[in-house]
């Protein structure tokens, strides 16, 4: 499913435009990015939680040329199912 998909699917269930429940989606993941980008962790109960991590710099290789090249250190941002979502999708 992709972000329009998505957008169609939110404004059935809730019964709201497209441009309403756009705008909503577009709101949640824009507090989440800020939320992140100051250090702070999102944590939706029952769905997961979202976080920044870091990765240590590291030596790695071209793949085409086989010449080993330096990885810079970098923050990443991680999720975590939460046992609720983890259990309904492994639900057979």
């Known amino acids: 499913m992709n972000k329009e998909q998505l957008i169609d699917k939110l404004a059935g269930e809730i019964k709201v435009t497209k441009v309403t429940a ?3 989606i577009d709101s949640i993941m824009d507090i989440i990015k800020k939320t992140l980008k100051k ?3 999102v944590g939706l109960v ?19 040329t086989g010449k ?4 810079a250190a970098k923050k990443v941002v991680k999720f ?7 259990g309904y999708v492994n639900k057979k």
């Open 22 to 24: 756009k705008a909503a």
């Open 39 to 41: 250090g702070d962790k």
């Open 46 to 64: 029952g769905f997961g939680t979202f976080q920044v991590g870091k990765r240590k710099a590291r030596k790695g290789r071209n793949p085409q």
């Open 68 to 71: 080993e090249i330096n990885i």
């Open 80 to 86: 975590k199912a939460g046992k609720e979502f983890a």
